[in-house]
């Protein structure tokens, strides 16, 4: 089986070489006049380098011509560059053809398109957020905003949540030295909004539910979620508090969240329910939530069924099985159920969950293995460009095959093999808040 990857691994390599060598000489002039202007600048073998090491913020599109995704993405990228070429920390919007520099992009690990980075000062991050203009400066902005924020009125406090949107939580210090949220500022900038308010008022603690200073509030306004802490502020405590607040109290598992779950090193209690809208799960998740805030050290899912029915399954649950039901996952290959409380009957949810954990923690448990992908199956479960290469030196070694053995017969029109990569393909998944139906980065796209 090695032996046979590596034949395709060189077949492979030499259907590509041809397109890297053409590529090569096309590309040997000296390199564009880099420049911040706000077009989308396009990049190229040989002045990639060249603009990632010129630029502090540069935001790179790896499309591919035929990708319809690419295409409609395009002009959102067009709007967006000049509102990000005046930032006070302008980011170049840039975009490089894959599949003309099929070699530079196999370098850089592109299997899929679109693929979307952030370099940050030469170091790259992968952009999951929203692809709409209005929405991608929102979120980009994040990038070269402080760490931390000073608000100086309750006017302030508003225009920056404001401001901040919905993509990320926010850690708000009422009454807290500036100091004491500089270093979680610096070290969790990708993940979330920082500020301190030097001044709160009556009004603005009403608001955030706390009742004195210092405290720390965690918002989730996608979640419409917060939480207080109100210290100690030393010794760890505080940055233990940001860690669990990054994720909402309960987390709706969808292929989103499901790459914030494979940074999280909690165990997970899972709610597989029939239909997450549904007016009975509202009062399971309502449970939940409750659950969640006297147990810390675990994050707290639901999925539907409805929604989400593979990953479901994976844990054995369809809508012929008794739901709800609970199980604790690793977030990797197994799972456990606690014996007696497989599922959630429908009086006293918060109950029935205080006897599941007292359960789990007691280890009156069964431990099971999922059934299908793990967590990074089900981010990187449908097919890459890499099988798309594979696909094409299988169908040209069967068109040879075929050609040998009908040697009498009149020739034939050749198929071209790449014409399968041109098809756009049928856009299958969910519709993000906000967005367009769209893949992300990691979602294959052929």
């Known amino acids: 089986m090695r032996s046979l990857g590596l034949g395709l691994g060189f077949w492979i390599s030499l259907l590509a070489f041809p397109i890297s060598l053409s590529d090569s000489?096309?590309?040997?002039?000296?390199?564009?006049?880099?420049?911040?202007?706000?077009?989308?600048?396009?990049?190229?073998e040989s002045n990639f380098d060249s603009a990632i090491s010129s630029f502090d913020f540069i935001f790179v599109d790896f499309y591919a011509p035929w990708c319809g995704?690419?295409?409609?993405?395009?002009?959102?990228?067009?709007?967006?560059?000049?509102?990000?070429?005046?930032?006070?920390q302008p980011i170049v919007i840039a975009k490089l053809d894959a599949e003309r520099y099929s070699r530079l992009a196999r370098k850089l690990d592109i299997d899929a398109f679109p693929t979307l980075k952030l370099y940050n000062h030469g170091v790259p991050m992968e952009y999951?957020?929203?692809?709409?203009?209005?929405?991608?400066?929102?979120?980009?902005?994040?990038?070269?905003?402080?760490?931390?924020a000073v608000l100086e009125s309750d006017s302030a406090v508003k225009d920056f949540v404001e401001d901040a949107g919905t993509f990320f939580p926010l850690?708000?210090?009422?009454?807290?030295?500036?100091?004491?949220?500089?270093?979680l500022g610096a070290k969790y900038k990708k993940k979330a909004w920082f500020a301190v308010a030097k001044d709160a008022s009556e009004d603005v603690m009403v608001s955030y539910d706390f009742d004195k200073v210092p405290a720390l509030v965690a918002k989730h306004p996608k979640y419409n979620e917060r939480s207080v802490f109100y210290g100690p502020f030393e010794d760890g405590f505080l940055e233990q508090f940001v860690k669990q607040n990054f994720l909402p109290l309960t987390v709706p598992?969808?292929?989103?969240?499901?790459?914030?779950?494979?940074?999280?090193?909690?165990?997970?209690?899972?709610?597989?329910?029939e239909d997450e809208t549904h007016e009975s799960s509202g009062k399971l998740i309502k449970a939940l939530r409750a659950?969640?805030?006297a147990n810390r050290d675990m994050?707290?899912?639901?999925?539907?069924?409805?929604?989400?029915?593979?990953?479901?399954d994976s844990f054995h649950a369809d809508k012929k099985s008794k739901l709800p039901k609970i199980v604790v996952w690793d977030g990797d290959e197994e799972y456990h159920q606690v014996i007696g409380v497989e599922t959630i009957e429908e009086e006293d949810h918060l109950t029935q969950i205080s006897r599941f954990l007292e359960g789990y923690r007691e280890g009156r448990t069964e431990k099971k293995g999922i059934k299908g992908p793990t967590l990074m199956g089900f981010i990187n479960s449908m097919i890459g460009i890499k099988t798309v290469y594979i696909?094409?030196?299988?169908?040209?070694?069967?068109?040879?095959?075929?050609?040998?053995?009908?040697e009498d017969e009149p020739p034939r029109p050749r198929v071209r093999a790449t014409t399968s990569a041109s098809r756009e393909p049928t856009d299958q998944t969910g519709v993000a808040e906000g967005e367009s139906s769209e893949l992300k980065p990691r979602d294959k796209e052929d």
């Open 253 to 273: 598992i969808n292929r989103d969240t499901l790459k914030l779950l494979k940074e999280d090193e909690r165990k997970i209690v899972l709610a597989i329910v």
């Open 291 to 293: 659950a969640a805030n």
């Open 69 to 88: 995704h690419c295409k409609r993405l395009s002009p959102e990228l067009d709007a967006a560059a000049p509102i990000l070429a005046k930032l006070k």
């Open 299 to 312: 994050v707290f899912g639901y999925v539907g069924v409805e929604q989400f029915d593979d990953f479901a």
């Open 171 to 183: 850690f708000l210090g009422f009454g807290l030295n500036e100091t004491v949220m500089s270093t």
């Open 128 to 148: 999951y957020g929203p692809r709409k203009a209005d929405l991608l400066v929102r979120y980009l902005k994040k990038f070269v905003a402080p760490d931390v």
């Open 25 to 44: 000489s096309s590309s040997s002039s000296s390199a564009d006049q880099l420049t911040v202007d706000g077009t989308v600048l396009q990049l190229t």
């Open 391 to 406: 696909v094409v030196f299988l169908v040209a070694v069967l068109m040879i095959i075929r050609s040998l053995g009908q």
